[in-house]
T-cell receptor, first 112, second 116 residues
Framework: GENVEQHPSTLSVQEGDSAVIKCTYSDSASNYFPWYKQELGKRPQLIIDIRSNVGEKKDQRIAVTLNKTAKHFSLHITETQPEDSAVYFCAALAGYGNKLVFGAGTILRVKS | GAVVSQHPSWVICKSGTSVKIECRSLDFQATTMFWYRQFPKQSLMLMATSNEGSKATYEQGVEKDKFLINHASLTLSTLTVTSAHPEDSSFYIC????????????FGQGTRLTVV
């Protein structure tokens, strides 16, 4: 089945700097890759997603890139702000079973 | 739109009792709902996939007799933790995908279960 690996597990950046989180997946049939932000005790919130027919997608300060050949995708946050501090999860929609498989998560801390 | 409501948001129960958690799609019909378990500072682990009108599909290592899932309608799925033990204490969260086939999944607010 699908396996998603996420790095780094923790990331500290200074306010205004950029943050990059990387994920790799194993199932070449996966075709949808969302990123979620989760604050403590709350539900994951979708922040951006990308489909396998697109290489890059941007929404204001957030962008996602996808390399299908290498089977990895990355989240880029520019001009980070303290309110960006949270846990970020990548996920891949497995071709078999049509279910989301999550990465282990990245704790992002933005220091002001 | 696309709101998923989960109830209760937290529950404390005694060992040996059963607890039912509800997951409702409020403004869309969900053919498929997913149940996850999340331990502190860890990722979301898929427990089972429930499809309306059919038996749930459980992930490897998840006891189907302990975690009973019912998806009786296109807007409601329930997870019942039977004979709960302290090790079942966790954050349980559901997500739903609508009948139109949109790939985006919408999450409920989660249920914090504490078994004492």
């Amino acid at each position: 089945g699908e396996n998603v690996e996420q790095h780094p597990s923790t990331l500290s950046v200074q306010e205004g700097d950029s943050a990059v989180i990387k994920c790799t997946y194993s199932d070449s049939a996966s075709n949808y890759f969302p990123w979620y932000k989760q604050e403590l005790g709350k539900r994951p919130q979708l922040i951006i997603d990308i489909r396998s027919n697109v290489g890059e997608k941007k929404d204001q300060r957030i962008a996602v890139t996808l390399n299908k050949t290498a089977k990895h995708f990355s989240l880029h946050i520019t001009e980070t702000q303290p309110e960006d501090s949270a846990v970020y999860f990548c996920a891949a929609l497995a071709g078999y079973g049509n279910k989301l498989v999550f990465g282990a998560g990245t704790i992002l801390r933005v220091k002001s | 739109g696309a709101v998923v409501s989960q109830h209760p948001s937290w529950v404390i129960c005694k060992s040996g009792t059963s607890v039912k958690i509800e997951c409702r799609s409020l403004d869309f019909q969900a053919t498929t709902m997913f149940w996850y378990r999340q331990f502190p500072k860890q990722s979301l682990m898929l427990m089972a996939t429930s499809n309306e009108g059919s038996k749930a599909t459980y992930e490897q290592g998840v006891e189907k007799d302990k975690f009973l899932i019912n998806h009786a309608s296109l807007t409601l799925s329930t997870l019942t933790v039977t004979s709960a033990h302290p090790e079942d204490s966790s954050f349980y969260i559901c997500s739903a995908r609508d009948v139109t086939g949109r790939t985006e999944a919408f999450f409920g607010q989660g249920t914090r279960l504490t078994v004492v």
